[in-house]
C-alpha cells in the first residue's frame, strides 16, 4: 500500500463526511487535495467498490459516503488501499547455505505479520467520525 493512497482515500471520506447529504465532484475533491481529479476518480471507484462511498454519473452527479461516519473504520479504508503488507515484502533472495539467509525471509515475514496486526487492530478504533471531528 501507498502511504499516499491512504491520505488521499481518508482525505476524500473526510470532505464526505464533513459535506453530509451534498454530492461532491471529482474537480472539487481534487482541488482540497491538491492533486489531479483522475486519480481521485480513480480512488472513488476503489472507495466505492469498497462499499464506502456511493456515486452518481452526470452534470449534478458526485460522491457520497455511503454509510454513517460512525460506522466506517480507518482498517477499512486501509484495507480498501492495501497492496501489500505495511512494511512491504521480504525483497531478497539471500543464499540458502548461509544459516541467516536460508531463515531470514520466514523471520521477517513474522515480524510483517505483527506489525500489520497493531496497525489494523488500532485503526479498527478509529471511525471516520472520530478523524473528522478533529476538523472545524
Known amino acids: 500500500m501507498s502511504n499516499k493512497r491512504f ?3 481518508i482525505h476524500i471520506l473526510a470532505l464526505l463526511a464533513k459535506s453530509e447529504d451534498e ?13 489531479n481529479p483522475v486519480t481521485v476518480r480513480k480512488e472513488l471507484s476503489n472507495l466505492q467498490r469498497n462499499g464506502l462511498i456511493t456515486s452518481k454519473e452526470g452534470k449534478n452527479g458526485g460522491a457520497s459516503l455511503a ?5 466506517i473504520l480507518l482498517s477499512d479504508v486501509y484495507m480498501s488501499v492495501r497492496s501489500n503488507a505495511i512494511l512491504g515484502n521480504a525483497p531478497n ?3 540458502p ?3 541467516v ?10 515480524i510483517f ?10 485503526l479498527k478504533t478509529i471511525t471516520l467520525a ?3 471531528s478533529n476538523f472545524d
Open 97 to 99: 547455505k548461509c544459516p
Open 93 to 95: 533472495d539471500p543464499n
Open 67 to 71: 454509510k454513517s461516519p460512525d460506522t
Open 23 to 35: 454530492l461532491l465532484c471529482s474537480d472539487y475533491i481534487a482541488g482540497s487535495i491538491n492533486i
Open 101 to 110: 539467509g536460508r531463515q531470514i525471509n520466514r523471520e521477517l515475514e513474522k
Open 7 to 9: 491520505a488521499t482515500s
Open 130 to 132: 472520530d478523524f473528522v
Open 113 to 122: 505479520l505483527i506489525a500489520e496486526d497493531a496497525l489494523l487492530s488500532r
